[in-house]
């Protein structure tokens, strides 16, 4: 089967209607969508659908199967269709949002993950994914932080890699393509707005937007989606530069580019293309190749290449590639690969992926305050169970894709399972609500509190609250969840907050009063397992954030690899003026990345170099101690960060090179070390060539980004 024979027997409408991505409705006769409504509206008539390349948004294998024998027969040149769908973060068994399972510190857990979904993608008849979102993000207001791994470039270069091994493996049995999105820098939207402004130096586009998309398309990424936002002026998917020049010429890009959804129209609501015609022109000759829910393609192409704007050339290669991922994919062979029914019920939130499920939950639960009050007795007679996400499936997160709420472990039921015989009860207090207001159910909850031996209140956003689209102005919690948590701690002490949300709150009120907050994200199907054991002592908390969590959210955007200001704030807690800071605020944010508290404490101590001096193209090893000063086993991310003192542009005043993951039994003590070299000090200088500049360095290493301690090499 040759793909360039193909491409040469296609129609250019043929050609065209191969780069034209729909969704499934249009495609399935039964789901009746008329050609005098939607496809119309569209510019498309019902003989433009036979030839269509790719289907996003379907349900199920027998559907996926349906619309593909169907169209298989439609087709005049028997070409199997493309099935896409928003696998983020697990298929039928729904593992934690991306930014809360990144805060495991575990790529190979993400990997594992990613493999899960895939194995249950396939099977429902999913062909590409459209993941990992490699957005690195710093505004927690921008709702799309849910999808991310974080704030710094390093750890996300490891996730997205992770993610496109996991998903894709050798695109055989069980596997989908990994489609990397959102090409680029979507996350750095202004004000956190969702689809609003981006605008940033070259210099920081390369060395922290950048990266992680690269580290997919190193991995091996069939996909990348370009995005929504303006970059420099000009709309993502019109912009030469970004698609043609860094990502097909320079990183040598070989796979399919895809727009987002009816992104080549909104160039005309941007105001960079005046009509459909000028819209299609800038996407192809910027060097998209699918076109997602639009159909400028098939509508204007055609003239264009008569105007001689576009040429066949570039349609030609475009189709190729498209038709290559489909031939690699086995689809000639095979048109239905995986997709099976029985198959996809016997996956379906299976044992083996529960296990997962529950074991990624625990493991990206955040431990951010606990005054001694966690873990709970597993000997405790009476437990409450209060507050919104208690009793409720509504924990999976949103980009769900099909799991569902009644297969989720509520954590009610995880409370229950786990202590079998105590008395369990259970009050919801208030709604989760943004916008509620009734206080009426409180009275319920403090009753339910009263004698309790334990207390476990959740708090925090509803799923649907972060997301697409999702952006706040305020990260807060809602007032009538302050009030709730006054009077259940006037009734009971012993209680811990279990904090549901997609993204970090700014929780200062909650740090000054709850005795223990433990962040366990939207922690997906097995959340309520993972949180009994854990607030229970049968797992210990070891996640890390991966965010800075704002003390308020004026701070946003808040991160920890900033820039040190001319005028920079020593001291927080007081008023300097002409210092880079706030007259009503910290500039600190109440948590920072990589902080993460556990049962247990750890020491550090000794911290060392092997030599002062780096020899360019040699390595000089960094070591600490670690001890575990507690009572219990526990594990600690070990954080290697280092400051370049000096160099022809500013360096942030940390940045993230190591880290290491050490398990440490109770008084145990472990040496930990990580050799720096030369390329970790790399970074663009305003020539915008990345190379490590020779001088001093400070080392840090320490359990979070604010760790204190450090040693000096010259890297000479
Ligand atoms: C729009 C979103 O921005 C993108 O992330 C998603 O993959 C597509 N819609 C398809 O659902």
Redesign the pocket.
């Known amino acids: 089967m040759n793909v360039k024979k193909i491409v040469e027997k296609m129609t250019l409408k043929e050609k065209l209607q191969q780069l034209t991505q729909l969704n499934a409705g249009f495609l399935d006769k039964n789901a009746g969508t008329e050609a005098t409504g939607p496809l119309s509206s569209m510019g498309l008539t019902s003989q433009d659908l036979n030839g269509i390349g790719s289907v996003?948004?379907f349900q199920g294998p027998d559907n996926v199967k349906a619309i593909q024998r169907q169209h298989l027969e439609d087709d005049t040149n028997k070409i199997p269709m493309l099935f896409m769908m928003?696998v983020i973060h697990g298929c039928r068994t729904i593992y934690p949002v991306p930014i809360g399972l990144s805060a495991s510190f575990d790529p190979q857990l993400v990997k594992d993950c990613c493999a899960m979904a895939a194995k249950e993608a396939a099977a429902e008849g999913i062909n590409v994914t459209?993941a990992p979102?490699a957005d690195l993000v710093r505004d927690a207001r921008w709702g799309r932080v849910m999808?991310s791994t974080g704030e710094d470039p390093y750890l996300n270069c490891l996730y997205s890699r992770a993610a496109v091994e996991g998903f894709q493996g050798d695109l055989k049995k069980g596997k989908v393509a990994a489609c990397v999105?959102?090409y680029a820098a979507y996350g750095a939207a202004e004000a956190g707005r969702d689809y609003n402004t981006v605008d940033m130096s070259e210099r920081t586009l390369r060395e922290y937007y950048l990266p992680a998309y690269k580290a997919a398309v190193d991995a091996g990424v069939e996909m990348v989606?370009t995005s929504?936002n303006v970059l420099d002026g000009v709309p993502a998917a019109a912009n030469k530069k970004l698609v043609d020049g860094i990502l097909r010429k320079e990183w040598k890009f070989g796979g399919v580019v895809i727009s987002?959804?009816n992104s080549f129209r909104e160039m005309i609501t941007h105001g960079v293309a005046e009509n459909e015609h000028d819209a299609a022109c800038l996407a192809v000759n910027a060097g998209n190749d699918i076109e997602?829910m639009s159909a400028t393609y098939i509508g204007h192409i055609e003239s264009l290449i008569k105007e001689g704007k576009v040429s066949l050339k570039q349609i030609d290669k475009a189709v190729e590639r498209v038709l290559k991922l489909k031939k690699k994919m086995g689809m000639f062979s095979d048109p239905y690969l995986d997709a099976d029914k029985a198959l996809a019920d016997s996956l379906d939130c299976c044992k083996e992926h529960r296990d997962l499920a529950r074991k990624a939950a625990e493991k990206c639960a955040v431990l951010l305050k606990n005054d001694g009050v966690l873990p709970f007795s597993t000997e405790v007679k009476k437990v409450a169970v209060i507050g919104p996400f208690a009793n409720t499936g509504e924990i999976l997160g949103n980009w769900r894709c099909y799991g569902k709420h009644e297969q989720t472990v509520t954590v009610l039921a995880g409370v229950k399972n786990l202590l079998g015989g105590a008395e369990v009860v259970y009050a919801e207090g208030v709604s989760g609500e943004l916008t509620a207001s009734d206080e009426s159910g409180i009275a319920a909850a403090v009753k339910a509190a009263k004698g309790a031996d334990a207390v476990i209140l959740t708090l925090g956003e509803p799923q649907g609250d972060s997301g697409?689209g999702n952006s706040k102005l305020d990260l807060e919690l809602p007032a009538v969840q302050y009030k709730l948590l006054d009077e259940v701690l006037k009734a009971n002490k012993n209680t811990a907050v279990l904090l549901f949300s997609g993204r970090p709150l700014a929780i200062k009120r909650l740090s000054e009063t709850a005795p223990a907050i433990l962040e366990v994200w939207q922690p997906g199907t097995e959340g309520g397992s993972a949180a009994a054991n854990l607030l229970f002592g049968k797992a210990v908390p070891s996640g890390k954030l991966t965010m800075s969590f704002p003390a308020k959210t004026g701070q946003c955007p808040v991160y920890y690899n900033h820039y040190n200001t001319g005028r920079p704030r020593m001291n927080d807690d007081v008023r300097v003026a002409y210092t880079s800071s706030y007259i009503d605020g910290p500039n600190k944010p109440l948590y920072p990345f990589g902080y993460g508290l556990s049962y247990t404490a750890f020491g550090y101590s000794d911290l060392k170099l092997s030599s002062s001096v780096l020899q360019s193209g040699g390595t000089v090893t960094a070591s600490v101690k670690v001890k575990n000063k507690g009572s219990v086993a526990g594990e600690e991310t070990v954080q290697l960060y280092i400051r370049d003192l000096f160099g022809s542009a500013v360096r942030p005043v940390k940045e993230l090179k190591g880290f290491k993951k050490v398990m440490l039994a109770a008084g145990e003590e472990k040496e930990v070390s990580f050799e720096i070299n030369e390329d970790m000090l790399a970074f663009y200088g305003p020539d915008l060539v990345k190379k490590a500049e020779k001088g001093d360095f400070k080392v840090f290493i320490g359990g979070d980004s604010e760790c204190a301690d450090s040693v000096s090499f010259r890297l000479v």
Do not use: G, Q, S
Request: no cysteine; proline share 0%; aromatic share 22%.
């Open positions: 996003l948004n928003d459209f979102m999808e999105k959102h989606m929504f987002d959804y997602m697409e």
